[in-house]
């Protein structure tokens, strides 16, 4: 039997294969980068959320704080678990998509709550080697413990709902490209991640935020910046997306701002959007139906879960 075992010494130095991958590139050349590049631009517009996606979301502050909320704990999960960067920006696209195209109109804040689980386990498979079980997902940052089957369930329901598609195309798809010509990826990627917690950026397409982002921060990286990649980037915009570009570029004017702000904020367990608690506190035994959208999902609450706990 040992014969067929292999000797992958690799695995144990897991931390910093994973540090490798995720500052490497597939694309080595300009050319390669600019080919993929517009595969991206071509396909990005199908991955977006619904036109007035961002006036229905401003009309509605439930739900806008549910979102903000759910991205917060997106990007603690992030650290939390090492994932990838293409992970919770995935998981964002998702839940995007499906609030826009669901409305989610009525929705307690559980029910959010469990969406944005589903959408951080969809996007953990697709991006992951070894994504996180789900019971380890509800680890820490959520009010509520949901049953495997249940989340499962949501999870289906996601997937039908955003047809199934995947690989979606974010701000962080184009700067991945761009990674060879990078040494060192934290400020952009920190700013990446604070305007993703700001509803105000859903206005603009994802090459639109990358290159704002990149402009924003390129003289603080100059050095470390290939100035030939970067000015082929604006080049590649839409002559459509200039106006958007500018916009975009101005909202962000204030970047070291930003970043501090985003830094206290990922790093503080004081939050104040959404309620602490259901209305109601259900047990196992007292347990209810709610539709999201058509199917019944139990949940056990937050009293509960710290039951399991101790």
């Not at 990838?84 to 559980?110: E, M, R």
């Not at 109601?280 to 710290?306: F, W």
Request: aromatic share 10%; glycine share 2%; hydrophobic share 40%.
């Amino acid at each position: 039997m040992e014969s067929l075992l292999c000797d992958e010494i690799w695995l144990e130095k897991e931390e910093e294969l994973k540090n490798d991958v995720e500052n490497s590139c597939f694309f080595k050349s300009k050319e390669d980068c600019e080919e993929a590049f517009e595969i991206l631009l071509n396909k990005e517009i199908s991955y977006m959320p619904k036109i007035g996606y961002l006036k229905f979301i401003k009309e509605n502050c439930s739900i806008e704080n549910a979102r903000f909320k759910a991205i917060h704990w997106l990007i603690k999960s992030q650290r939390r678990w090492n994932l990838s960067f293409g992970t919770v920006f995935g998981a964002a696209s998702y839940l995007d998509q499906f609030i826009s195209l669901n409305k989610c109109q009525g929705w307690k804040y559980w029910m959010f709550e469990l969406l944005s689980i589903a959408c951080l386990s969809v996007a953990s498979k697709f991006h992951e080697t070894s994504p996180p079980q789900l019971l380890e997902l509800q680890m820490e940052g959520v009010e509520h413990l949901f049953e495997s089957t249940m989340i499962q369930r949501m999870e289906l329901t996601l997937l039908e709902t955003i047809g199934w598609r995947l690989n979606s195309t974010t701000p962080y798809s184009y700067i991945e490209l761009f990674q060879w010509s990078i040494n060192s990826l934290k400020s952009v990627n920190d700013l990446l991640l604070r305007i993703l917690l700001d509803a105000k950026f859903l206005e603009f397409k994802p090459c639109v935020i990358a290159q704002s982002v990149v402009t924003c921060i390129s003289e603080d990286l100059s050095p470390l910046i290939d100035d030939s990649c970067f000015n082929n980037f604006t080049r590649l915009i839409p002559q459509d997306q200039k106006d958007g570009l500018s916009k975009c570029q101005r909202m962000m004017m204030n970047k070291q701002l930003l970043i501090e702000e985003f830094q206290e904020l990922i790093t503080s367990e004081v939050f104040n959007y959404g309620p602490s608690s259901p209305v109601t506190v259900l047990t196992m035994e007292q347990h209810d139906l709610c539709d999201i959208p058509e199917g019944d999902i139990n949940y056990i609450s937050n009293a509960n879960k710290r039951k399991r706990e101790h």
